[in-house]
C-alpha cells in the first residue's frame, strides 16, 4: 500500500509560479513510475507529466512543456512538480499518482494507476 499526499497548492497570479510536491509512504517508491494528473471544474482529469522510476526520463503534455518540470528524489520518496508562466488556463485540482506497469504498456490516461492522492488546488487569476 502506497498513500500519496500532495502539498504546495495555492493561489497566484498569471506569470508566476508555485512547487508541488507529493510525498510517498512505503519503501516501495522508487518501483514506480510517477505522474501528475490535474482536473479542471467540468473537466475530465487530464496528464500533466510524468517521471520514470529513476528520474531520468521526465515527459510533459504539450500545454505545459517549457513551463513545468517533474522530478523525483527517491531517498525521500517525494517527487515534484516545478510550474513557471502560470496562465489562467492551469486552474485545476492536481493529482499525483503512482503506476506500478511496465513502460511499454504505460498511457497518458488516468485508469490503471495504481495509487491516487486527494489533489492540491491551484488557482491563478489573470
Known amino acids: 500500500q502506497v498513500q500519496l499526499v500532495e502539498s504546495g497548492g495555492g493561489s497566484v497570479q498569471a506569470g508566476g509560479s508555485l512547487r508541488l510536491s507529493c510525498a510517498a509512504s512505503g519503501r516501495t517508491f522508487s518501483s514506480y513510475a510517477m505522474d501528475w494528473f490535474r482536473q479542471a471544474p467540468d473537466k475530465e482529469r487530464e496528464f500533466v507529466a510524468a517521471v520514470s522510476r529513476s528520474g531520468r526520463i521526465p515527459s510533459y503534455a504539450d500545454s505545459v512543456k517549457g513551463r513545468f518540470t517533474i522530478s523525483r528524489d527517491n531517498a525521500k520518496n517525494t517527487v515534484y512538480l516545478q510550474m513557471n508562466s502560470l496562465k489562467p488556463e492551469d486552474t485545476a485540482v492536481y493529482y499525483c499518482?503512482?503506476?506500478?506497469?511496465?513502460?511499454?504498456?504505460?498511457?497518458?490516461?488516468?485508469?490503471?494507476?495504481?495509487?491516487w492522492g486527494k489533489g492540491t488546488l491551484v488557482t491563478v487569476s489573470s
Open positions: 499518482a503512482a503506476d506500478s506497469r511496465p513502460a511499454s504498456l504505460r498511457t497518458r490516461r488516468p485508469d490503471g494507476m495504481d495509487y
